[in-house]
């Protein structure tokens, strides 16, 4: 089990940045490819963007592609995703996720691992 949390939500005007971390409690995430997913009220949730174990891949949703890098530090256990170019419908909860027994990187149930989320909102 791997516990994760992240941080670096928050509010932010339309065409604004933000960076989200995710950071493990004491494991290393060096086995595990790395996801973030985000769940908007009222829909389910969905993939973001995931990076391979060794950082050698990265996959993102179409959304977000172009605006979006993931990017892991497997020496700090952190692994980040910088927002650009936000637009109100990237307003969601967003969620950290680590797995190891799948390459099914987009899928949510190729991930074991769940941090409890952090709030990113964007106005017009």
């Known amino acids: 089990q791997v516990q994760l949390v992240e941080s670096g939500g928050g509010l932010v005007q339309a065409g604004g940045s933000l960076r989200l971390s995710c950071a493990t409690a004491?494991?290393?995430?060096?086995?595990?490819?790395m996801g973030w997913f985000r769940q908007a009220p009222g829909k389910e949730r969905e993939f973001v963007s995931a990076?391979?174990?060794?950082?050698?891949?990265?996959y993102y949703a179409v959304s977000v592609r172009g605006r979006f890098t993931i990017s892991r530090d497997n020496a700090k256990n952190t692994v980040h995703l910088q927002m650009n170019s936000l637009k109100p419908e990237d307003t969601a909860v967003y969620y950290c996720?680590?797995?190891?027994?799948?390459?099914?990187?987009?899928?949510?149930?190729?991930?074991?691992?769940w941090g409890q989320g952090t709030q990113v909102s964007v106005s017009s």
């Open positions: 996720a680590a797995g190891s027994s799948s390459t099914a990187y987009t899928e949510r149930y190729a991930y074991r691992n």
């Open positions: 004491g494991r290393t995430i060096s086995n595990y490819y």
């Open positions: 990076i391979t174990s060794n950082g050698a891949r990265t």
